[in-house]
């Protein structure tokens, strides 16, 4: 049966306002700090306290009060008239002519106005030697209170992705549970009767289905929960008996469906979503590979219809549903934009097939001499980037050459992401 639903022709930028717009963040809740790891805050932190809490000693030394208790050209002496160890929560008091010794992180006394490193000064029973110019040296060793962290400081704001050194920043706060956005669930659902599970049986004519694994490692990497991943073969009541099976055990957030999209006999997805009375935000894009996919909305579930082949899948979960994701998570819309396209070096040139939409194409980002280049990524190489790539025709059978050293617009999908965001590199 073909379906007859209207064709929803969209640019992958027409794609993304779409999605956007049918998405919106999930609940939040309250969970350990230890849980938090990759989550977005969902409110902003602010300190409960300074830090340090204290006057600190950054040195092990003798905390000195401003007037000695006796000098000479050459040097000051000092009463020693007691100790402090780190972790002493005692607030001791420094008198005119005394001095404390003093262990590295510990709460300077009260009237100390600076400390002096042990090897600089000369204990004589309970008198304290210390060379004269080191009381006018501007180096105190003292880390006043709220130098780092004043009180009420907002530590880290809200649609913030948190990382260890987040963690370890609330941790020193004081923070035990932090209010982050849910963590989205997703579930994955692989078509083909030619498909057979890893480690099964191949007979001629099927294939390993590979996909399912592909995306629970990228959702892993995107901090999603993975809630069930599924292989099912060409039968349009089968694939809408398993979603809607699915949809009312699992409760997922989003589904990802591979295989099923595009003009042949066996291409179904458009049809399930028909009988299944969802709502198709767009069903073609101006994008290759990507030309046939579809995102919908089934009982208010989005689902991400995409191509079979693993590379288009692995190039469109980057491109398309990323993008979701990162709405679902609850990051903001300057955010989410700031991951868009960046300017790179061609480092090799590159030939692509002219069919008047967007080329897509796997590639390996590096930064060398402060400039970010690029180069397509080999069949056996992972990937980092993806190039956006267009390009006038040369006249040879509607392909087209894009030489070395031009420059293109990328997408960063690895670790060099973050990297190249926070030091500015754009190309």
């Known amino acids: 049966m073909k379906d007859n639903s209207p064709t929803l022709t969209y640019s992958l930028r027409e794609a993304h306002t779409a999605i956007a717009a049918e998405l ?9 700090l230890s ?13 409960d306290r300074p830090k340090p809490s204290y006057n600190q000693s950054t040195r092990d030394g003798f905390a000195l009060a401003e007037q ?16 402090v160890a780190a972790g002493c929560i005692e607030q001791q008091q420094v008198q005119p002519g005394q001095a404390y010794m003093i262990m590295t992180g510990a709460m300077v006394p009260y009237g100390a106005v600076r400390v002096v490193p042990f090897e600089i000064c000369q204990e004589k029973g309970l008198r304290l030697s210390v060379p004269r110019e080191e009381l006018y040296r501007k180096e105190l060793f003292i880390r006043p209170q709220g130098k780092d962290i004043w009180q009420g400081q907002r530590l880290v704001a809200a649609g913030t ?26 579930a994955v659902i692989c078509t083909g009767s030619e498909l057979v599970k890893s480690g099964g049986v191949l007979h001629l004519g099927q294939k390993t289905s590979s996909n399912g694994i592909l995306l629970a490692a990228l959702l892993q990497q995107k901090h999603c929960r993975l809630v069930q991943s599924l292989t099912v073969k060409d039968d349009t009541d089968m694939i809408i008996t398993r979603i809607q099976q699915v949809l009312t055990r699992k409760k997922p957030d989003l589904l990802i469906s591979t295989g099923g999209m ?6 179904l997805m458009e049809q399930v979503v028909a009988r299944l009375g969802g709502k198709p935000v767009y069903n073609r894009l101006k994008v ?13 579930t989005p689902l991400f219809a995409l191509p079979g082949p693993p590379p288009a899948v692995r190039l469109l979960f980057h491109e398309l549903v990323v993008p979701g994701l990162h709405r ?13 396209l960046m300017d790179a070096v061609l480092t090799e040139p590159v030939s692509i097939r002219l069919t008047g939409h ?15 280049q690029v180069r397509p990524a080999g069949k056996l190489e992972p990937m980092n980037a993806i190039m956006h790539l267009a390009c006038k025709v040369d006249g040879n059978n509607g392909r087209g050459e894009i030489d070395k050293n031009q420059r293109v617009n990328i997408r960063l999908v690895g670790p060099l992401a973050s990297l190249a965001a926070e030091n500015g590199f754009n190309g």
Request: charged content about 25%.
């Open 328 to 340: 679902l998570q609850g990051l903001p819309e300057n955010n989410i934009a700031t991951n868009g």
């Open 161 to 186: 992705r948190l990382c260890p050194d987040h963690l370890l920043l609330l941790a020193e706060n004081g923070s035990q549970e932090i209010r982050v956005h849910r963590r989205p669930g997703v």
């Open 68 to 83: 000695p208790h006796s000098v000479d050209k050459l040097s000051a002496e000092f009463q020693l008239s007691g100790e």
């Open 358 to 372: 967007l080329a897509l194409k796997g590639a390996v980002a590096e930064v060398r001499d402060g400039r970010l």
């Open 35 to 47: 849980q938090t790891l990759g989550r977005i805050l969902a409110a902003s932190v602010f300190a």
């Open 288 to 300: 290759r590979p990507g030309k046939a996919t579809l995102f919908a909305l089934i009982d208010n």
């Open 24 to 32: 919106t963040p999930l609940e939040q809740e309250q969970v350990p």
């Open 262 to 267: 595009g003009p042949g006999k066996f291409d």
